[in-house]
């Protein structure tokens, strides 16, 4: 706590003593009262404003049980006025075309949105939700991931054998799936004989960061629920194998979806056939907070999970080809 005094002198009658408390604590600046004259040299405290510790003031603190702080207490826009995030309400951005939703995410670039349709198609999607194409014949592709903004790749993930490749943007071209260096397969990331007969394997993909040597990223396995991390070189074209991540949120194995939030270094993790959503850090399976899909946010067969600008952009695949539907949810997600 530190004190700053001002005295200043006023003619001959009047003395103003000003005394401003500056709280530092937690790296906040609060201005706790400040005195005022009442009368000839009478000085009384007059508070200023609360103390920056409540919901509202635009600064998080999870000391308080706060999640998000968006600087006022709005209840829909996805951090409530308890200062917790919370599904606003959905607003379907494209229910035809899309496909089915397996992944998606923006890519400044291309000033779009990219969904994988595990039809094999490549999606682009203004942020309207219009469709400006679909491409590709790529077999079962379930995730995507976004590595550089600016550059004119996504990666994509395909669950069936498990591996990655990346997927040109201007052209609309995949990088030869046959070619190394291009293509990565997962040959360590678990698959196994899904319910209806298919093979369950990569379902989930994002994009961690570079760690000095590579490009790390998570993939998902729908058939343990758990996440396999992993390096690509992109100037050798070389993948290297890091191992899982230890443990898993839940006791599901349907893991859906992963994204990671590099602003607030969150990891998200969807389960589908129960509905749930968790937030832990990277590369670690300790539950930060959790959510629950409710039907008024999404149905079942939820796939996709990313966020932007304090919305969460979501897609389902439901089973029928072209029947998926992508959209967007007020959501602020954890903040600190």
Known sequence: MKRLTVLVLVGIVLIVSSSIILDRSQDQLAILYQSRPIGQGAVSPEPLQRPLSACGNGIVQPASGEQCDDGNTNNTDGCSNTCQATFGAKTVLTSSNAGEVSGAEWHDRSNSFWIVDDGGKMVQIA?????????????????LAVADPASDFVYVGRENPPSIFKWNTQTHLPNDLNTPGTFWPLTDLQTCTGGNGGTDGLEALTFVENDGTGDIFYAGSQCNGRVYKYRINQGTGTIQNLGMIAGK??????????????????????????????????NSSSILASWNFDTGITPDQQESFSIRNGKAYLGTDNGTAGAGIFYEVPFAGLRY
């Open 127 to 143: 942020s309207n939700g219009s469709i400006l194409g679909r491409w590709g014949n790529l077999g079962d592709i379930e995730g």
């Open 249 to 282: 949120p839940s006791n599901s194995n349907d893991l859906a979806s992963l994204y990671f939030d590099p602003q607030y270094q969150v990891l998200y993790w969807v389960y589908d056939d129960i509905n749930k959503l968790y937030a832990t850090r990277k």
